[in-house]
């Protein structure tokens, strides 16, 4: 099984990292390759990982570009800057800007009815718009996220409409707009979108309107048949052992996560997406800018890519899973600073690592472990607010409701076969203890919790309170 989802998220840095150690603020250029050496060197050791390549270039000085470790462990081919790795998510830059190039020849528009192009899909009487695909708010449950469903298919390679019937008798999550959930579905039924408009396969619109232009030879759509020089194999930890990566039809991810590429080809990549080689500065700064939600609440996410801050330096990237491979690429426009981390392993630290490459440039303070946050005391007043019966809202969710119960005088959740204790960190909201980056927000009404939403990074789970007559 796979995860092709975005890691790029506050919560999965500081559980990945954690609290510093300080370093010169401003480093010499031999310091900096030595800590980032370092960095690829600690993480192929306690993952373990079979490979990494690293890029790191500021302006036009490339600082690192290599690789680390092994890119084929059973014939003992090493990793180079040249290695082609799965990069999962990262893919969605990719379609997004597509879709932008469309949209900007006034092919697509972003608040078109995606009946416009799927006109035998249920919306359940909403109207769910392209923007809404290219957001993550469209409803649309994520087919990658309905494991008795698509984990019978995983191998196959699936027809467009076979793999869209996984969700399409499903009910919308929410109301198009009103919430985010990251949602492989919306990018899947992107590529397919590309596809109708300009009667091209996706892998080849791709390749003549960014990768050959781009002079990006070694970026493509990953198939598992045609042989790809210097591509690396994919490796899982089995209890502490690297194993083969279970086997997924690229024609499963598609879209959303189907292509591969080189560090070199990425940071080529990233020079001209924010050099405006790619799309207009209208729609760079849509891409790259949150959204709100219907309720004016900002979101964490643009088209495709994430808008971040570290100690006050914008930042802008995406990171992805999928079998054997975990990626990441960021860059700082005010710094012009573009870090990609490629990993040979599922899970690997490649956000983490990249992370910390970037600071060892900036002289900012590397991060090595999290303190948490403080606990705040409940009663047993406080805390029977709280206790109660919860449905998940999500399709495919099991019958079993989720749980708040009071045990000793801790609050307990217990969902999808899991217990957690909870560990109130703020008004309405908590932490799972021994998971730092989670998060448990409650909606009060009337002195009690009505719902809650388990927010583990891109794909926050909500449930609400069942009354006792339901």
């Known amino acids: 099984m796979f ?128 923007r809404h695909l290219l957001n993550h708010t469209s409803g649309i449950p994520s087919y990658t996220d309905i494991p008795k469903r698509w984990g019978r298919v995983v191998t196959l390679d699936l027809p467009h409409d076979s793999l869209l019937a996984l969700v399409s008798s499903d009910s919308l999550m929410f109301a198009p707009g009103s919430a985010f959930y990251y949602n492989n579905t919306g990018y899947y039924m992107l590529g397919m979108l590309i596809e109708k408009v300009t009667g091209q396969r996706y892998a080849a619109y791709l390749a003549q309107h960014l990768f050959s232009p781009l002079g990006m030879k070694s970026t493509r759509y990953c198939a598992t048949g045609p042989l790809i020089k210097h591509r690396a194999q994919g490796y899982g930890n089995d209890r502490g052992t690297l194993v083969n990566a279970q086997y997924l039809s690229m024609d499963n991810p598609f879209a959303a996560g189907a292509l591969c590429s080189t560090v070199g080809d990425m940071v080529r990549w990233e020079s001209a997406l924010f050099g405006g080689k790619v799309v207009g500065a209208s729609s760079l700064a849509q891409m790259t800018t949150p959204a709100k939600l219907t309720s004016n609440r900002p979101m964490p996410y643009g088209f495709g890519l994430v808008p971040d801050t570290v100690a006050g330096h914008r930042v802008i990237g995406h990171g992805g899973g999928i079998n054997g491979f975990i990626s990441h690429e960021e860059y700082y426009p005010d710094d012009t600073l573009t870090v990609v981390v490629l990993a040979n392993t599922a899970p690997a630290p490649s956000q983490a690592v990249a992370r910390n490459a970037a600071r060892a440039v900036l002289g900012l303070p590397l991060v090595t472990r999290v303190a948490p946050p403080p606990e705040v005391a409940l009663d047993s007043a406080q805390r029977a607010r709280y206790v109660g019966r919860y449905a998940i809202q999500q399709p495919d969710a099991t019958r079993s409701p989720a749980s708040v119960v009071e045990e000793s005088g801790h609050l307990v959740l217990e969902a999808r076969g899991q217990r957690a204790e909870l560990v109130a960190i703020g008004p309405e909201l908590f932490t799972v203890r021994g998971q730092p980056g989670a998060r448990v927000s409650f909606t009060m009404a009337n002195g009690r919790a009505t719902e809650f939403v388990l927010d583990q990074g891109m794909r926050p789970l909500a449930a609400r309170r069942i009354e006792d007559r339901e």
């Not at 990945?16 to 900096?32: E, K």
């Not at 059973?74 to 999962?88: C, F, L, Q, S, W």
Request: proline share 4%; glycine share 8%; net charge neutral.
């Open 3 to 130: 995860d092709f989802r975005a890691v790029f998220s506050r919560a999965v840095v500081a559980a990945m990292l954690g609290a510093s150690t300080l370093v010169a603020q401003a480093p010499a250029r031999a310091t900096i390759v030595r800590q980032i050496d370092s960095l690829a060197t600690a993480a192929l050791r306690n993952g373990p990982v079979a490979a990494l390549s690293i890029a790191v270039v500021k302006g036009r000085d490339t600082l690192v570009m290599k690789g680390y470790g092994l890119a084929d462990l059973e014939n003992d081919v090493p990793a180079t800057a040249e290695t082609v790795y799965r990069i999962g998510s990262i893919t969605k830059q990719f379609t997004s800007s597509a879709v932008m190039q469309l949209v900007e020849q006034g092919k697509v528009g972003l608040d078109d009815d995606i009946t416009k192009y799927f006109p035998d899909y249920p919306t359940h009487g909403q109207r769910i718009l392209v």
